[in-house]
């Protein structure tokens, strides 16, 4: 599943290839739940929007849309963005495909079809649950420290949690477990000052890694 990092590189990615200022002027459902059931709907309010900023929240990709809108998605287990020329050919996974004006293609191609790429009119509704970012300037490790105390599950299951920690996943909290010598099923309120140090020192050399 992608984490973090397989997101922002996604994100990167998309805005080298100048996705930022694209119109979309139709667009091809081919797994409704993908965009949540109601696929002309969902056709219908992206048609002729531009795609004004491209964010990342955790491991959800922001699409700011004029108007305001936003299209909020999440890979799951296989999904992947490709921004491509509409001539190229397609590989039978494409569970959605934005069409631009430029000639180009957004395509949502996601296998397992788990992804979702959802609109909605309040973000936060969403992202305000999500815990703090861990490569963020605020997140120290006295944030860190705050987010564990009081939790009697395992580490490994406390900190895959997106509501503790945004962004992280079964790799590179295995990664970060590893590095900070700590075991996964070790209860997340037993660290000491010390060790929640390396914990967090830990996390952001993985992810930065």
Avoid at 136 to 149: I, K, M, N, S, Y
Wanted: hydrophobic content about 45%.
């Amino acid at each position: 599943m992608p984490e973090l990092p397989e997101v922002q590189s996604t994100i990167d990615n998309l805005i080298a290839s100048g996705i930022i200022g694209e119109q979309i002027v139709a667009a091809e459902v081919g797994w409704p739940r993908t965009v949540g059931g109601d696929s002309p709907a969902f056709a219908a309010a992206v048609r002729g929007r531009r795609i004004a900023a491209l964010t990342r929240r955790g491991k959800y990709i922001i699409f700011a849309l004029h108007a305001p809108l936003w299209a909020i998605c999440h890979l799951r287990m296989s999904g992947r963005l490709h921004l491509v020329a509409a001539s190229e050919p397609r590989g039978g996974y494409e569970r959605l495909v934005l069409q631009c004006a430029t000639g180009r293609e957004l395509r949502f191609v996601d296998p397992r079809k788990f992804g979702r790429f959802l609109l909605s009119t309040d973000p936060a509704l969403i992202l305000d649950k999500l815990g703090p970012e861990p490569l963020a300037q605020d997140f120290t490790a006295e944030v860190l420290r705050a987010a564990l105390g009081g939790r009697r599950r395992a580490l490994k299951p406390t900190l895959l949690d997106q509501g503790v920690i945004a962004g992280l996943g079964n790799i590179y909290v295995d990664e970060a477990l590893f590095c900070a010598r700590l075991h996964p099923l070790r209860r997340a309120d037993s660290l000491a000052a010390a060790e929640v140090e390396l914990l967090h020192d830990a996390i952001q050399r993985v992810l930065r890694q």
